[in-house]
Nanobody, 114 residues
Framework: QVRLQESGPGLVKPSQTLSLTCTVS??????????WFWVRQPPGKGLESIGW???????HYSPSLKRGMSISRDTSKNQISLQLSSVTPEDTAMYYC??????WGQGTQVTVSS
């Protein structure tokens, strides 16, 4: 079965670029029909969609969060990446990757603090 594992730096300073990676196992990220999502949950708040990348490489970003955001893939490593530039403390959250088959990673905590 498909499994997702997020990884990231944990702590990022304000104004820096946040880079997260989602490693997919048990299936190819390029399999027809697969979509890969990045979602976050700030402390004390609900889930917030960031964007997605399709099996063909297409991307879509949440209009409310589109600034300085990039979702990409490395097909040789079967990974999906998220980059968020110029982070602020408001970007502190648990970050998840998920697939449209209902599979979620366990999440990675990101704290933005000087």
């Amino acid at each position: 079965q498909v499994r997702l594992q997020e990884s990231g730096p944990g702590l990022v300073k304000p104004s820096q670029t946040l880079s997260l990676t989602c490693t997919v196992s048990g299936g190819s990220i390029t399999t027809n029909g697969y979509f890969w999502f990045w979602v976050r949950q700030p402390p004390g708040k609900g889930l917030e969609s960031i964007g997605w990348l399709s099996y063909s490489g297409g991307t879509h970003y949440s209009p409310s969060l589109k600034r300085g955001m990039s979702i990409s893939r490395d097909t040789s490593k079967n990974q999906i990446s998220l980059q968020l530039s110029s982070v602020t403390p408001e970007d502190t959250a648990m970050y998840y990757c998920a697939g449209n088959l209902g599979v979620w990673g366990q999440g990675t905590q990101v704290t933005v603090s000087s």
